[in-house]
């Protein structure tokens, strides 16, 4: 779990394998559970969103079997989770909707506090701002006021996005860069690559140059990393790229992974 939230991917896999396996011999089912969720969370972030589904529908399927209902729904949520960042809509609000409301009943503030997030997520990309403020908005609250900086800095990339799809840039701005000094503490450079990708889209007009560097900046981390662009994601930060080449013309060269490469 370590390694997964330092975004070492490769080790995080070859750890949670081996941690299976042991579980496996030893019989110990909610163990393993928890370790297909981590097996989950790696193909996650690196955009194998049937591998990710797979290990979290194996998760929740265990916990059933021991009678585990908080577990279940937990991997019910990364579930949903998975399925938006993948662009299924529809599936992930089928699957928030039910975690939500198994979480208020169950008590589990931080967990209520993500379902009302990813909902937020969904609502946004499907192009309803104003439900999505709301839910974020009611996320972004719980989270701070549970003191979970990763919740916050998540509730205010989006919120970022939301602006920017209203056209309130400088609002965008705000919420970014408050997301961008989260993720740099916590230490999670996935996130950090995506909220820098948005604020190039923020500056694509007013500073392309700035906007180019931001995309390579970005994309330099996604190499190190290992982890694509969601596909959630990735039509708005191939716009942006394309509106850089136009602005910025054939002469003055954009930085090398300014360019986005092809999936």
Not at 128 to 150: I, M, N, V
Request: charged share 30%; proline share 3%; net charge negative.
């Amino acid at each position: 779990m370590l390694a997964m939230l330092l975004c070492d991917y490769s080790a995080a896999a070859e750890y949670a394998s081996t941690a299976r396996a042991a579980y496996r011999a030893i019989g110990d089912r909610r163990a393993e559970a928890r370790v297909e969720m981590i097996l989950g969370a790696v193909a996650r972030e690196r955009a194998q969103y049937e591998a990710s589904a797979a290990h979290l529908d194996k998760a929740a399927g265990i916990y059933v079997e021991c009678g585990d209902e908080l577990g279940e729904a937990r991997a019910v949520q990364l579930r949903g989770f998975t399925a938006w960042l993948a662009g299924d809509f529809d599936r992930a609000e089928l699957r928030l909707r039910a975690c939500r409301r198994w979480f208020e009943r169950l008590g589990d503030a931080e967990a209520a506090a993500s379902a009302l997030m990813n909902l937020g997520a969904v609502a946004l990309y499907r192009g309803d701002t104003d439900r999505a403020t709301s839910l974020l908005d009611a996320a972004l609250e719980r989270y701070a006021a549970l003191g979970f900086p990763e919740g916050v800095g998540w509730a205010h990339n989006l919120r970022g996005l939301v602006e920017l799809r209203t056209g309130r840039a400088d609002r965008a701005e705000e919420h970014l860069a408050l997301s961008l000094a989260t993720h740099r503490k916590v230490g999670d450079r996935w996130r950090t690559a995506s909220v820098l990708e948005a604020l190039a889209e923020v500056h694509r007009r007013d500073d392309p140059t700035r906007a180019a560097q931001l995309l390579a900046d970005a994309g330099r981390i996604r190499d190190e990393i290992g982890a694509p662009i969601p596909a959630c994601e990735r039509p708005d930060t191939e716009a942006t790229a394309a509106a850089l080449r136009a602005a910025l013309g054939d002469g003055t060269p954009l930085p090398a992974r300014a360019l986005i490469p092809p999936v």
